[in-house]
């Protein structure tokens, strides 16, 4: 057996680990039970305990954040069915090493031995690549574990998905990160060398990722610390975790989900926690400000007017200013929108007019509304009974501007919210105004 497989293609784990190995490898679990922060799967009631206690193991597609586990669970896992474990990763592979290993799968497949094929990051292969592994899920050649990062359902072929269960991981809370971190200290036969509040903030600023915990540990670890860290020290000692955002990706459509949900929902607080979120991220501050102005026109319309006075004034801001003075005028566009009375009546109107638009094709407005410019259109009636509002009683004279083939339409119907309040009473005047017009007419 050991001819027919070569070392490159064997898990790494079968064998002692290096001496000097780093603390996050020395701590992988040696059995599904002892994975932290996963246990709605590795449990008895969850998918992968079921399947382990089953004996039997289907392709999957583990899907969460760094740091959560996936690579220890896919190795445990091969273990626990008895399954042989390849490992590659689809930044550093391509055709022909998936080729090779398919080859390879198939040999020992002949000799009673199946193959869980292991791929991290298996959202980079793309997708005719990822269509290459269609044939040998189907047949059995291998049972695929494949992690990412990112969302399947927008990095993954639909094919390859349909044939693969998702396994959703979640971020280890500062529960599971406490386990880590006791883990290291009994490996390292001593704890750790900071104060209570220090060992909960350096919990905090693991951001849900284990391994990062462990090497901000190991690096504590690994230096002279005469007197325990208090969370000022350990601030200037380690760095904090930078927060995942990936700008075309689901982090970045989550959260700017979240601000806009916010908004909708009147709460300036949590609005400008996820303005705060994306903007530290590092995200486009125009990106910001272009949904703003949508938010004030789509959300807020006119039962506040100066929203989207107020979200323009602050792209100008911006745009004079810069970062990051410049940011503080988005601030008070978001805080704004989010206290502004909300209505999409305009919102409403646009889809409503233009449907009627598309569905009534070219029909003409009645002849009293449309040009004149020559004399020949004023003879054959172009303009004809043309009432001039201003002229009109209270501004207003009652005429029809439709169609005569088309009922009169109400897109547009304010919802009574702000300033909405006015023009609702406005139309409601204007309206009455509109009915004895046309009883007079008749």
């Known amino acids: 057996m050991s001819d027919l497989f070569p070392d490159e293609l064997r898990d790494p784990h079968a064998a002692a680990l290096a001496p000097g190995a780093p603390l996050a490898e020395r701590l992988r679990p040696q059995a599904l039970d002892e994975v932290v922060g996963q246990e709605h799967l590795t449990g008895p009631e969850g ?12 392709s999957l597609v583990l899907w969460g954040p760094p740091g959560t586990g996936k690579t220890s669970i896919a190795r445990l896992l091969a273990d626990a069915v008895g399954l042989r474990f390849v490992a590659i990763s689809a930044v550093f592979s391509g055709v022909a090493d998936l080729k090779k290993i398919f080859a390879e799968a198939r040999q020992a497949a002949r000799i009673g031995q199946r193959t869980l094929l292991f791929v991290d990051e298996i959202h980079r292969f793309n997708r005719t690549q990822q269509d290459g592994f269609l044939p040998f899920v189907e047949d059995g050649t291998v049972t695929l574990v494949g992690a990412t990062t990112e969302n399947p359902s927008f990095e ?3 094919a390859l998905l349909s044939r693969c269960q998702v396994l959703i991981l979640h971020r280890l809370d500062q529960a599971a990160l406490g386990k880590l971190l006791a883990r290291a200290e009994a490996e390292v036969a001593r704890p750790l060398p900071v104060t209570a509040e220090a060992r909960e903030a350096l919990l905090a600023s693991a951001d849900g990722d284990g391994r990062f915990l462990l090497n901000q540990v190991e690096t504590l670890f690994d230096v002279a610390i005469d007197e325990p860290l208090g969370p000022a020290e350990l601030a200037q000692f380690l760095q904090r975790r930078v927060a995942v955002y990936d700008k075309d990706r689901e982090g970045h459509y989550n959260l700017i989900s979240a ?19 994306m903007l530290t991220a590092g995200e486009e501050p125009l990106y910001l400000l272009r949904r703003l102005v949508r938010f004030a026109s789509e959300d807020i319309g006119l039962a506040d007017p100066q929203a989207l006075v107020q979200c323009l004034a602050a792209k100008e801001a911006y745009d004079f200013l810069g970062s990051p003075e410049g940011e503080l005028g988005i601030v008070q566009a978001c805080l704004y929108c989010a206290t502004a009375p909300k209505s999409n009546a305009a919102y409403a109107a646009q889809k409503a007019a ?64 702000g300033f909405e309040a006015k023009l609702k009473e406005r139309l409601a005047f204007w309206g009455e105004r509109r009915r004895e017009t046309e009883r007079d007419q008749n």
């Not at 998918?47 to 289907?58: D, E, H």
């Open 354 to 417: 233009w449907r009627s638009a598309k569905e009534t094709g070219s029909l003409m407005p009645p002849m009293n509304i449309v040009n004149a410019p020559t004399k020949l259109m004023k003879q054959v009636g172009y303009g004809k009974g043309y009432a001039y509002d201003p002229d009109s009683e209270d501004g207003y004279s009652g005429a029809n501007y439709w169609p005569e083939e088309m009922k009169r339409q109400d897109y547009y119907v304010p919802t009574g919210r």
């Open 47 to 58: 998918a992968l305990g079921r399947m382990v206690a089953a004996g039997k193991l289907s």
């Open 156 to 158: 993954l072929n639909a």
């Open 259 to 277: 601000l806009h949900k916010s908004l909708r929902g009147s709460d300036p607080q949590a609005a400008l926690y996820y303005l705060a979120r």
